[in-house]
């Protein structure tokens, strides 16, 4: 590891998360901007990045596509795109021996594939979400799953903006996944998403999730744990972009230099 600041490329620069990185980066003196990639054809290439930001003293570092820009300076590459763009990163990074820090969800199986063959040959750190209370409520929601025990039914509940592509949120699914460890069950087939129609009566072995889109919500997540006479409800709610960004910043701090592999949040956190 060189003993200057990090140097890291931001792949989905001019995207909401990109650009809230971006600011963090611009004020972090132990990190340095040294690539901003975007899609082929955005508008913005080859314009300094420091407009996509808002600064009008320049940041030195212009806007550009994958295929033309070199990892071999980079430390670290942060990404929140979408499956596709992940994958095609993943793929040169893992040519290149670039760690990664990997935030877009819904990844299908080919970009999960290439996250990883790059973790056979650098680190990676992938999560679904970067902020540090969801990793407690992670943390919250497996110990009160497994405390409360199969006679309270587990329901999730998840709000996001009008724009986001996947459903349910990478999140729901992870806390879904969590919980159902807690009860031995599949978690694919344990969900059961957005109930309608004469559905009858409810498993026991089910984990409902409901997704719910509208306005400008950032994330918000819900456990509910319900019994027979009481209802325990743990929440998060993102209240901004900089949560997911700062995590993520702090993700490619940690994650250069450790061993080929993959990691996630509760690794970062040392949770
Ligand atoms: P966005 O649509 O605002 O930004 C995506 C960016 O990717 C855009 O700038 C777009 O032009 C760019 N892009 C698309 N195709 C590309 C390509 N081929 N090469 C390079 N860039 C390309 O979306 P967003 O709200 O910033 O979210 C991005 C992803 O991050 C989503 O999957 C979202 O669910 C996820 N997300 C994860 C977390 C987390 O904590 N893990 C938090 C928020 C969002």
Avoid at 13 to 35: E, F, K, N, P, Y
Avoid at 100 to 110: E, H, K
Avoid at 139 to 147: I, P, V, Y
């Amino acid at each position: 590891m060189s003993a200057g600041p990090l140097a890291v490329a931001v792949h989905g620069a001019s995207g909401r998360m990109g650009r809230t990185i971006l600011q963090i980066l611009a004020d972090d003196r132990a990190a340095h901007l040294v690539a901003a990639i975007d899609r082929p054809g955005h508008p913005a290439l080859g314009q300094d990045v420091a407009n996509l930001i808002g600064r009008s003293e320049p940041l030195d570092v212009k806007l550009s596509s994958l295929e033309h820009t070199p990892l071999k300076a980079v430390q670290v590459v942060i990404d929140f795109t979408s499956p596709d763009a992940t994958r095609a990163v993943l793929e040169r990074c893992a040519r290149d021996r670039v760690a990664a820090v990997v935030g877009t969800t819904g990844m299908d199986p080919d970009c999960e594939r290439a996250l990883a063959a790059l973790a056979q040959v650098a680190p990676v750190v992938a999560a679904p979400n970067f902020s540090i209370g969801v990793s407690l409520l992670m943390d919250l929601a497996e110990r009160a799953a497994r405390l409360a025990g199969p006679d309270f039914d587990l329901e999730i509940v998840e709000m996001h903006h009008k724009h986001k592509a996947d459903s349910p949120s990478g999140t729901a699914v992870r806390l879904a996944e969590v919980v159902a460890r807690t009860r031995d069950l599949d978690p694919a087939r344990a969900a059961v998403h957005g109930r309608s129609g004469p559905v009858g009566a409810r498993r026991s072995d089910e984990i409902g999730v409901l997704a719910l889109r509208g306005g400008d919500v950032v994330g918000d997540h819900t456990l509910i744990l319900a019994g027979a006479g009481e209802r325990l409800e743990l929440t998060h709610r993102a209240q901004g972009r900089h949560i997911f960004a700062r995590g993520a910043v702090r993700a490619a701090h940690w994650v250069v230099g450790k061993p080929a592999g993959r990691y996630d949040m509760a690794d970062v956190l040392g949770t």
